[in-house]
């Protein structure tokens, strides 16, 4: 069972179209990520949220565009994509504070295909 | 910067064999480690983790052991079963100056393993 939800969980667009990716998280962490996970090639960083406020933009096309309306919630915008696109987009949730380390705890992702 | 290096895949193995996936990592300061596994069609979830030197985590018969001296992390499992195939990511988490972490993490690039009955 997991504490983070991703909707949708397949898409298909086209590369005019505009559509958005959300996460959900209940576990009552405060820092939330977007990771892109294509075949053959390790997991991307996207984009990192801290307390609502983006604390890294790994270098995203701006066709890519995250908003943190709140702790619990993350949401990627997508439009006129292209089709190198495609792949599994993961959404993960952390704690925040004075540890030496947090673990990230991941949604199913979303498997996104751009035609 | 931080880097995780892991061995190439994939790893095919009969089952009740025994596994070690090796990875090694890069990093300043003194970083935590994790084992993530991610079945098919699931995102991931925390196999395991050791948070400093000589730690061993440990988790459904997996084990690894934080050493400090070679920089590496190999999970092992004495038994492997053929649920146990899966795609296995090393992880090092980013330990920010000022004490505070949300734990960042950096990823090697899987390691795919096949247990055959």
């Known amino acids: 069972e997991t504490g983070v939800t991703q909707t949708p969980r397949h898409l298909v667009m086209g590369m005019t179209n505009k559509k958005s990716l959300k996460c959900e998280q209940h576990l009552g962490h405060n820092a939330m990520y977007w990771y892109k996970q294509s075949a053959k090639k390790p997991l991307e960083l996207m984009f990192v949220y801290n307390f609502k406020e983006q604390t890294e933009n790994n270098s995203v096309p701006s066709r890519f565009s995250p908003e943190c309306p709140n702790s619990s919630h993350l949401f990627l915008h997508l439009h006129t994509l292209q089709p190198e696109d495609s792949a599994l987009y993961l959404c993960?949730?952390?704690?925040?504070?004075?540890?030496?380390?947090?673990?990230?705890?991941f949604g199913p992702g979303t498997r996104l295909t751009v035609t | 910067g931080n880097s995780v290096t892991q061995m190439e895949g994939p790893v095919t193995l009969s089952e009740e064999a025994f596994l070690t996936i090796n990875c090694t990592y890069t990093a300043t300061g003194y970083p935590s480690l994790f084992w993530y596994v991610q079945y098919p069609g699931e995102g991931l979830q925390l196999l395991l983790k050791?948070?400093?030197?000589?730690d061993k985590g440990s988790n459904k018969g997996f084990e690894a052991t934080y050493r400090k001296e070679t920089t590496s992390f190999h999970l092992e499992k004495g038994s492997v079963q053929v649920s146990d195939s899966a795609v296995y990511f090393c992880?090092?988490?980013?330990?920010?100056?000022?004490?505070?972490?949300?734990?960042?993490?950096?990823f090697g690039q899987g390691t795919i393993l096949t247990v055959h009955p």
């Open positions: 050791a948070t400093k030197a000589d």
């Open positions: 992880a090092l988490s980013d330990q920010f100056a000022g004490g505070t972490s949300y734990g960042k993490l950096t």
């Open positions: 993960a949730s952390s704690p925040t504070g004075q540890g030496p380390s947090y673990e990230q705890y």
